[in-house]
């Protein structure tokens, strides 16, 4: 048996590891401009420059504020989006040298919940069934979403209405990767234009731009 003293100075070295990796949480980055529980928030760039990853960091900087993180992906198996997550949480464990990073990362795990489904049989009414299965079973009461790989150009605006409605009843935000051109011209506004039908849905909007080796967030909805 481990004695307690044991016990409690490992926990209390868990926690100054999270506040170290705190460090780079993005939120801090974002400042006041996070969707409270219904909100919308959405991370737009081209393909290929990070948005999955910033998506990522987003729901581990939860993840380690102790909150349950539904992720739900639309273009990658289970085993791709868990080793996403490693991925990231390890490159961010060596930048702070953290030591204890196997026991840190055992104690998110819990907090999350992955679902996949493909896109063409995506649609918010069976995301909700399968939400209300997990929270009506005592399974997982998710305290934010994230959704990756929605194609926004071609989904409906219903399919963003059902999804608000969705949010708002389990108090919760959900953040989405928006996927835009390269060479196309934002709407008004710097708007994205797979955006336009529903950026009045959304509190927040950020665009991911590479700087060097970070990533970096420009504030569309000031």
Not at 46 to 53: D, E, V, Y
Not at 146 to 161: I, S, Y
Not at 197 to 215: K, R, S, T, W
Request: proline share 7%.
């Amino acid at each position: 048996m481990i004695p307690a003293k044991v016990i409690n100075f490992q926990e209390r070295k868990l926690k100054m590891v999270k506040k170290e990796i705190f460090f780079q949480d993005p939120f801090k980055q974002m400042g006041e401009n996070i969707p409270a529980a219904g909100g919308f928030g959405a991370l737009t760039a081209s393909a290929g420059i990070g948005k999955t990853a910033f998506l990522v960091r987003i729901a581990l900087s939860s993840l380690l504020r102790d909150n349950n993180v539904l992720h739900i992906s639309l273009n990658n198996p289970v085993e791709k989006v868990c080793l996403q997550y490693e991925e990231v949480f390890r490159n961010l464990a060596a930048q702070h040298k953290v030591k204890v990073s196997d026991q840190l990362w055992e104690t998110i795990l819990p907090n999350r919940f992955i679902m996949t489904f493909k896109v063409e049989t995506f649609s918010a009414p069976k995301l909700e069934e399968r939400v209300n299965d997990l929270t009506e079973q005592g399974i997982f009461f998710p305290r934010m979403i994230v959704l990756d790989g929605l194609p926004f150009d071609e989904a409906p605006r219903k399919t963003f209405t059902d999804l608000k409605s969705l949010a708002e009843k389990h108090g919760v935000p959900i953040w989405f990767t928006v996927r835009t051109h390269r060479h196309a011209p934002p709407g008004p506004d710097g708007i994205p234009l797979p955006m336009l039908h529903v950026a009045d849905l959304f509190e927040a909007i950020f665009e991911i731009h590479p700087e060097g080796n970070d990533l970096c967030l420009q504030n569309i909805r000031k």
